[in-house]
C-alpha cells in the first residue's frame, strides 16, 4: 500500500521535472486539472488506464515508475500512438508523434493549420526550433519579421525570439516541427 500512498506526490514530482503545470498535464492527458489536483493531493487513485495515460505524457510507464526491470524501449511509433489537440479558435490540430517526447532531447510534433489559422505565439525560451512544410505554406513570425516558408521548403531558428506560424492562404498547411527542448 506505501506505493499507493505516496502515488501523488511521486506524479508530482515527475510533473514538475518534466516542467509542466498541472493543467498542461490534464490537457496532454485529457484529464480536468481539477483531477490532477486531487490525485497529486492523494485524494483520489486513478485507473490503471488513466495512470499509464499519464505516465505517459510524463515520458514514465508503469514498470518505470513502480521500480520494476525496465523493458525494450519504444522505437516506432505508429498513428495510435499520436497524441493529438484541436484548438477550434486557432484553427490547428497538433498531433505528438513521439507520445513521451518530454524525456528527450527534443518534440516533434506535426501541426494541421485550417485556412486563417494559426499556433500559438511562443516567449522568447532557451533553445531551437526546425520545421518542414509538408503541404501549403505558412509565414513564420519571428519577433517582428515575418518569413514566408512554402512545401518543400524548412525553417531553424533559436527560440530567444517571440515565434508563430499562421497560414494566411486559403489551402490548408501540413508541418512537422521540432523543438528542442520539448515546448508543446
Same mark, same amino acid.
Do not use: C
Given at each position: ?56 505524457? +510524463?515520458?514514465?510507464? +508503469? ?110 498547411? +501540413? ?10
Amino acid at each position: 500500500m506505501s506505493e499507493l500512498s505516496n502515488l501523488g506526490e511521486r506524479i508530482k514530482s515527475l510533473r514538475l521535472e518534466n516542467d509542466l503545470t498541472q493543467e498542461e498535464l490534464a490537457n496532454r492527458s485529457e484529464l480536468s486539472k481539477g483531477f490532477i489536483s486531487q490525485l497529486e493531493n492523494n485524494l483520489t487513485l486513478p485507473s490503471i488506464g488513466t495512470l499509464e495515460d499519464i505516465l505517459e505524457v +510524463l515520458g514514465s510507464s +508503469l514498470s518505470e515508475f513502480f521500480g520494476e526491470s525496465p523493458v525494450d524501449e519504444k522505437i516506432v511509433f505508429t498513428k495510435n500512438d499520436f497524441f493529438e489537440k484541436e484548438d477550434q479558435e486557432l484553427k490547428h490540430k497538433i498531433e505528438w508523434l513521439v507520445p513521451n517526447a518530454l524525456k528527450y532531447e527534443m518534440e516533434p510534433i506535426l501541426i494541421t493549420l485550417a485556412p486563417g489559422g494559426k499556433s500559438d505565439q511562443d516567449d522568447p525560451h532557451a533553445g531551437e526550433e526546425f520545421g518542414y512544410v509538408l503541404e501549403g505554406e505558412i509565414t513564420l513570425k519571428l519577433n517582428n519579421k515575418k518569413y514566408k516558408v512554402k512545401k518543400g521548403e524548412s525553417f531553424y531558428y533559436q527560440s530567444h525570439v517571440q515565434h508563430q506560424i499562421e497560414n494566411n492562404t486559403n489551402k490548408k498547411a +501540413l508541418v512537422i516541427w521540432i523543438s528542442t527542448p520539448p515546448m508543446f
